[in-house]
């Protein structure tokens, strides 16, 4: 048997809980001996179960983990070369830092001299020479932290786990810790599994990235590939900031979507529906006329390096990059180049749209109040006595700062003449014969295209309801 370069690896592991919620669903993932893979993804979304059964706190439900390719699934975790750095420091206050960082070694009872050289060592990577009698209770948090790895990193481990270990600190601390904890990564050769829900974080520092949402792989892939070929929705959305749109191919290397007609690199046949994504970067404005699409600036803010101009174009809102301004409410030509323009086959034709969470803290989309209990859908939330919605911390939830994604299959929309009596209304603007039904592409008055599956024939231009199961809705929550 050959050598693996695979330091770890999941094999179809699954992860259900006694109360029979599925937190991770056949997961499968190869890391490299010496690479920095980074699990991303909404809170919630199954990351730390994964750490967990990786580290051996958790036990999976079904597959394997190999380790050298060995199966390690029942090996304790003080017997597996992996230690766990977590977001809470979890040092212990009444020890000085040196006997925190000396606890597990002292332990395993490993003679004092060897101890001292070791935390010398360790305390030298994390910079905090010099701290070893300080008390714990003296150091800001982003020391508290160096500390917490500091003590992972005296067992010499093989493969560090690292559960949003800068969530607690501030964001300029955060951002040095990111550069420092790279550094280290290099500097020690060791392979780091870390765990984000932060994109940028995610991009910024790994080799790889698993995108994860609902207990779920979505992608793997290196942060260009990631950003840059996304694979599907999920992944376009919660990666940077995007223009999703859907569409159809209308011939060779060209494509219609967001009421213009492009050129693209990617080329599939004619008639296939697919997804286009457009980085807000990679919109040109150009003099009304001149580009694909013509709009009305809606909004523009200054971001430090650049502004972000909203635009209206028709039903279609696009968000814009770029380093010059705007006036709003003036008129501006946009241009996408084709390599500006990444295609995916619209696999499931899934519907993806934003719904909100209103002051009684219900759901609501379109101007209509969906008929579903938000905390079926938050994990791990809660209605309070007075009604209130909480998290499982007690505290309560901020309709501000949840944001939800519906999801929808085609199939489970129907068009309706009842226009009046629909959750959201449009204007038939492609159909495709599919063979046992009609696909059709519908202008909502949402300002997105839907896609439909009907087996019926309607005209293209009528004006139709969509009704909107809301049993059929699938929802994420993005923070
Ligand atoms: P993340 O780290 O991505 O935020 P977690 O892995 O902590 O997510 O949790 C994934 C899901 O599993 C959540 O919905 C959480 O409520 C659920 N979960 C975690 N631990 C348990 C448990 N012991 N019993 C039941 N559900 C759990
Ligand atoms: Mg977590």
Known sequence: MSESSNIIELKHITKSFEDGFVAVSDFNLEVKRGEFVTFLGPSGCGKTTTLRMIAGFDRPTSGEILLNGKDISHLPPNLRPINTVFQRYALFPHMNIYENIAFGLKQKKTPKDIIRNKVKKVLQLVDLEGFESRSVSTLSGGQQQRVAIARALVNEPEILLLDEPLGALDLKMRKEMQLELKNMHKELGITFIYVTHDQEEALTMSDKIVVMSEGKIQQIGTPEGIYNEPENAFVADFIGESNIFNGIMTGHLKARFAGGQFETV???????????????????????????????????????????????????????????????????????????????????????????????????????????????????????????????????????????????????????????????????SDLIYMGDHYSYVINTDIGQDFIVDDEYLWNMGDLVGLVLPIDKMRFTVKK
């Not at 980085?279 to 404005?285: G, K, L, S």
């Not at 809102?317 to 380093?323: A, D």
């Not at 919605?389 to 309706?416: T, Y």
């Open 266 to 428: 990617d080329d599939y046949p004619e008639g296939t529906q697919i997804t286009a994504v457009v980085r807000p970067e990679d919109i040109q404005i150009t003099k009304p006329g001149e580009g694909q699409i013509t709009g009305k600036v809606t909004d523009v803010i200054f971001k430090g390096m650049h502004y972000e101009i909203t635009v209206q174009s028709g039903r279609y809102e696009l968000v814009i990059q770029s380093t010059k301004s705007a006036e709003p409410g003036s008129s501006i030509g946009m241009k996408v180049e084709p390599d500006g323009i990444h295609i995916m086959i619209a696999a499931e034709h899934t519907n993806y749209f934003n719904v909100d969470m209103n002051r009684d803290q219900m759901l609501e989309f379109n101007g209509s109040v969906l008929d579903t209990k938000v905390e079926n859908i938050i994990k791990g939330s809660r209605r309070n006595a007075d009604n209130q919605l909480v998290a499982s911390n007690g505290e309560l939830i901020d309709p501000e700062k949840i944001h939800i994604i519906a999801a929808i299959e085609p199939s489970d929309i129907q068009m309706s003449d009842n226009v009046e009596d629909c959750l959201v209304q449009g204007i038939i």
